[in-house]
Structures are given as structure tokens and as C-alpha cells.
Nanobody, 122 residues
Framework: VQLQASGGGLVQAGGSLRLSCAASGRAFRGYDMGWFRQAPGKERQFVAAINWSGHSTYYADSVKGRFTISRDNAKNTVYLQMNSLKPEDTAVYYC????????????????WGQGTLVTVSS
């Protein structure tokens, strides 16, 4: 499977961005998906996950109420709507397919996209 993340950029604090992750090469609709982020000098951190149908979603406490994960299986795409952005949201954001186990740790994911940079200025 190949994952292509896009939609990152520079935004002021309080602004919004929508990230997209387009998948190809595998039965996308059968897999749960997740978003992670990694800031410079820090470990990769869970952001959000969504099950194959889109009916179940999971969020890190730090983004709950501000970010929304969704998916369109007809377009083989998962989205991350990010509102009320803060400087501490600055990171490279990665999408990944969930292999099994916990949604909240990177070890539970197998294929990763290349990442898209989000920079939030104060």
C-alpha cells in the first residue's frame, strides 16, 4: 500500500487546516487508519484514528474537541480537520494503516505515508 499525505502548511494560531491521506494499492476500506505527528526532537505521537467504517474514532487528549478524523472509502482517503490550531501542534503529520493492537501506539501500524509539515505561528 502507498499513502500520500497532503494539506500541510503555515497557519497562524487559531487557524484551521485539513490534511488528506490518499491510499492506493490495497483494499483501503477494510483497514483502520491513524494520524500521528512528530515534532523536531520528539517521538512520534498519536493524534487520531478511525475504524474501517468510520463509525468509531479515537483522539489524543491534546487534540480532542479541536481535530476531527474522517474518511471517504469511495475516494480511498482519510482526512484530519484541524481547528483552533496552536503553536504546539507544529509537527510533521503522518498517516498510517492500522495493523492491530492499540490504536494509540506507532507499533500498531504498518504502512506509513511520507508526512506533511504543519507549522503554526504564534
Amino acid at each position: 500500500v502507498q499513502l500520500q499525505a497532503s494539506g500541510g502548511g503555515l497557519v497562524q494560531a487559531g487557524g484551521s487546516l485539513r490534511l488528506s491521506c490518499a491510499a492506493s494499492g490495497r483494499a483501503f476500506r477494510g483497514y483502520d487508519m491513524g494520524w500521528f505527528r512528530q515534532a523536531p526532537g520528539k517521538e512520534r505521537q498519536f493524534v487520531a484514528a478511525i475504524n474501517w467504517s468510520g463509525h468509531s474514532t479515537y483522539y489524543a487528549d491534546s487534540v480532542k474537541g479541536r481535530f476531527t478524523i474522517s474518511r471517504d472509502n469511495a475516494k480511498n482517503t482519510v482526512y484530519l480537520q484541524m481547528n483552533s490550531l496552536k503553536p504546539e501542534d507544529t509537527a510533521v503529520y503522518y498517516c498510517a494503516t492500522h495493523l492491530g493492537g492499540s490504536y494509540y501506539t506507532a507499533a500498531g501500524y504498518d504502512f506509513w505515508g511520507q508526512g506533511t509539515l504543519v507549522t503554526v505561528s504564534s
